[in-house]
């Protein structure tokens, strides 16, 4: 009877032992495929620096969260980015997420107004340097420059 006892609980040691090891094999498979899935997305994802960040906010849905219309009044656009920037602060019961909304908002406009302004400066400087023999500055050395601000910016929030 000892013997009989002895060999189940050797058997039944030996299932459970083999149905962990399947289970573990599993897990780390499944871990290597994620690893695998991450290192693929990464891959494809363009690095173009802070544009990367306000790029997914669409111009329409960035006046939508200031409540702004017209984009060439930036005295409406300042005064309402402040207005909701305060009032989802966190010292006044506001989420992050929220104000980062509001943050990545007004980026977006801010983008939109800066190509604007290129946009008008390169049509300026096409008539000018037909009559004179001075190129305009390229216009993505300047808007580069302009990212780098921004990012020594934000970083000191």
């Known amino acids: 009877m000892a013997r009989y006892l002895a060999q189940i609980i050797i058997l ?3 299932l459970v032992g083999r149905a962990l090891v399947k289970t573990m094999r599993q897990e780390l498979q499944a871990f290597e495929d994620a690893a695998r899935i ?3 997305l990464k891959a494809n994802e363009p690095s173009s620096g802070r544009s990367a960040l306000a790029k997914d906010m669409t111009l329409a849905e960035a006046q939508q969260i ?3 219309k017209d984009l ?9 980015y402040q207005h909701l920037f ?3 602060d966190k010292s006044n019961g506001g989420t992050f997420y929220i104000q980062s909304k509001v943050f990545r908002a007004k980026e977006r406009i801010d983008q939109e107004l800066e190509r604007l302004q290129l946009l008008a400066q390169s049509g300026d400087s096409h008539s000018h340097s037909q009559s004179q023999s001075s190129p305009a500055p390229p216009a993505a050395a300047t808007s580069a420059s302009q ?4 990012e020594t910016g934000d970083k000191s929030r």
């Open 38 to 40: 991450q290192e693929s």
């Open 12 to 14: 039944g040691a030996q």
């Open 66 to 68: 200031l409540n702004v």
């Open 72 to 80: 060439s009044d930036s005295q409406a656009i300042d005064s309402h």
């Open 86 to 88: 305060g009032a989802n």
């Open 147 to 150: 990212c780098q601000d921004k």
